[in-house]
């Protein structure tokens, strides 16, 4: 059964709408649980854990000492964008480097990323960036200012983590749905383009398309 058939939204229309895998990735406490929760049209599907002294000894809390849960496989959640014909459905992934063993399988199929930047803890997110330019996944970083943190302008980010030239880099409060649907879409319009540069004969890859279950 592929995810059209089983996801087909009548209140847009009887035409099936186009279906995208999207990676919510970035450091430990870097807002991914958080930003899947806040635009997901369901109810999101999480596999938090509660923090022990013993994953404290291997999960840094250093910067999100007021953090006490992590994910260990998996958030899941979904937007339709209908301007656009889509829905997205969204796969948060663990940030922890112990789990990082995860993100080939989670990464298969995937259309996009976006990578979220705890500026309090910059360097997390440097794992996840090197690794969806690696596999060629389209991605957008967006940086979740926390409260109290050091302030940076897209532009900065950018150039600190010397992406490739026409990388969006925005700023989104994970917490805020608004802005995380407008991050989802900033993704979208990226990923068309670069498909359209670079495979202008050949259809950009999909769930609906390519991906059975």
Same mark, same amino acid.
């Given at each position: 059964?592929?995810?059209? /058939?089983? @996801?087909?939204?009548?209140?847009?229309?009887? &035409?099936?709408?186009?279906? +995208?895998?999207?990676?919510?990735?970035?450091?430990? /406490?870097?807002? $991914? %649980?958080? @930003?899947?929760?806040?635009?997901?049209?369901?109810?999101?599907?999480?596999?938090?854990?509660? @923090?022990?002294?013993?994953?404290?000894?291997?999960?840094?809390?250093?910067?999100?000492?007021? $953090?006490?849960?992590? %994910?260990?496989?998996?958030?899941?959640?979904?937007?339709?964008?209908?301007?656009? +014909?889509?829905?997205?459905?969204?796969?948060?992934?663990?940030?922890?480097?112990?789990? +990082?063993?995860?993100?080939?399988? @989670? &990464?298969? /199929?995937?259309?996009?990323?976006?990578?979220?930047?705890?500026?309090?803890?910059?360097?997390?997110?440097?794992?996840?960036?090197?690794?969806?330019?690696?596999?060629?996944?389209?991605?957008?970083?967006?940086? #979740?200012?926390?409260?109290? &943190?050091?302030?940076?302008?897209?532009?900065?980010? =950018?150039?600190?983590?010397?992406?490739?030239?026409?990388?969006?880099?925005?700023?989104?409060?994970?917490?805020? !749905?608004?802005?995380?649907?407008? !991050?989802?879409?900033?993704?979208?319009? =990226?990923?068309?383009?670069?498909?359209?540069? #670079?495979?202008?004969?050949?259809?950009?890859?999909?769930?609906?398309?390519? %991906?059975?279950?």
């Amino acid at each position: 059964m592929s995810w059209r /058939g089983s @996801l087909k939204d009548s209140k847009v229309s009887d &035409a099936p709408l186009e279906l +995208w895998k999207i990676l919510i990735a970035g450091g430990f /406490g870097a807002g $991914k %649980t958080t @930003l899947v929760g806040a635009v997901s049209e369901t109810e999101p599907l999480t596999t938090e854990e509660t @923090l022990t002294q013993a994953s404290v000894r291997t999960d840094s809390v250093q910067g999100v000492e007021s $953090k006490t849960t992590t %994910t260990v496989a998996l958030d899941f959640g979904t937007i339709t964008l209908r301007r656009q +014909w889509m829905r997205l459905l969204l796969f948060g992934t663990p940030g922890q480097e112990r789990f +990082w063993f995860m993100w080939p399988d @989670l &990464a298969k /199929g995937a259309v996009g990323a976006i990578v979220l930047v705890d500026t309090r803890r910059f360097e997390e997110c440097y794992p996840a960036v090197e690794y969806f330019l690696s596999i060629g996944i389209p991605l957008v970083v967006a940086v #979740n200012h926390f409260d109290g &943190a050091d302030r940076y302008e897209p532009e900065e980010v =950018h150039t600190a983590l010397d992406l490739p030239p026409g990388t969006p880099v925005v700023l989104c409060d994970a917490r805020d !749905a608004t802005q995380g649907r407008q !991050a989802l879409i900033t993704l979208v319009q =990226h990923a068309l383009a670069l498909a359209i540069r #670079n495979r202008p004969s050949s259809p950009l890859p999909s769930l609906s398309r390519s %991906t059975r279950v």
